[in-house]
């Protein structure tokens, strides 16, 4: 015991004081997050009721922009947009605006090292904790993803780090599929059977939503106000868990407590409105038909 405590002194882990020794780092205890999700359950649900009533006001606006998929389910639509405007919103706003500090540990890197309890309070993150990403070509075509399990297989899993399937699967999206080599036709072939592209008689499609660069700018205007609006909601769910964070953690990691709650932002601010909106039944589970529900393409 004595060397695997003296490892984690090593590592600024753990602290020793005589004989006395306590956490280095911040701990999201379970108290603390039963704590956040009582006193943060009105800012969810205004998010949840924000993203409705945008999606619902700009519905025929979005689909007139003319974007290949435009025609998609509502439950497609709605997942599709609900991504949009999260990721407008938390993503590109409130992170380009908040100022991080990361600290640095032993060896000089700039990172956050925390720890976690696990309790009934969070166990909808197995469904709702999501994987996000983009992937680009070298034409600056991109791919955005916003995974939720329990939308099934995380598509940007299959994408991401690969950039051959990267390639294949934008120049699917872009109609250049006439000079596919037959490893080209292979990748074309797989995704055919994961459901991310379409075969018909008329060539491959991808099965997602794809916008030009104009298209895109007109889907960002469309949603500009409410994206803006989510932005300063979620600033105020970072601020309240600033709060409750400093009445949980040691007084000499304080000083961490408005960095260390940017971490909470996404489950606090993306995933806790998705999955109020799952429980109302706003948001259904994809069953495999029709568009993918959270992945969409931009062309340069």
């Known amino acids: 015991m004595e060397d695997k405590l003296a490892e984690l002194c090593e590592y600024e882990l753990l602290k020793k004081d005589g004989n006395r020794y306590y956490t280095n ?32 006001k700009y519905e025929k606006d979005v ?48 990172c956050f090292i925390w720890g976690a309890e696990t309790s009934e309070q969070t ?37 991401f780090n690969r950039q051959n399937v990267t390639n294949v699967f934008l120049d699917i999206a872009k109609g250049n599929t006439e000079l596919f080599s037959d490893n080209d036709k292979a990748l074309a072939a797989d995704m055919v ?60 990691l304080k000083k961490l407590a408005k960095d260390m709650a940017y971490l909470r932002l996404f489950e606090d601010a993306i995933s806790a409105p998705v999955a109020i909106l799952y429980d109302r039944k706003y948001l259904l589970p994809y069953n495999g038909n029709g568009i993918l529900p959270t992945t969409y393409v931009i062309l340069k």
């Open 25 to 56: 780092i911040v701990i999201f205890t379970r108290d603390f997050s039963k704590e956040v999700n009582n006193k943060t359950t009105q800012l969810r649900e205004k998010i949840a009721d924000m993203l409705t009533n945008a999606v619902a």
């Open 63 to 110: 689909r007139a922009i003319g974007f290949y998929g435009d025609d998609m389910s509502g439950n497609s639509f709605a997942w599709q947009m609900v991504s949009f405007i999260l990721y407008r919103s938390v993503i590109e706003i409130l992170q380009n605006k908040i100022k991080v500090v990361y600290p640095k540990d032993k060896f000089g890197t700039e």
């Open 123 to 159: 166990s909808w993150e197995s469904e709702f904790g999501f994987g996000i990403s983009n992937v680009v070509n070298s034409a600056g075509d991109y791919v955005q993803f916003m995974d939720f399990p329990i939308n099934g297989e995380m598509v940007h899993h299959y994408c």
């Open 193 to 252: 059977r994961k459901g991310y592209v379409i075969s018909n008689d008329e060539g491959l499609f991808v099965n997602a939503p794809v916008f030009t660069k104009e298209q895109h700018d007109a889907l960002k205007n469309i949603f500009a106000d409410t994206a803006a609006q989510i932005a300063d909601e979620a600033e105020k769910l970072m601020e309240t868990v600033t709060k409750i964070l400093k009445d949980h953690i040691p007084v000499h």
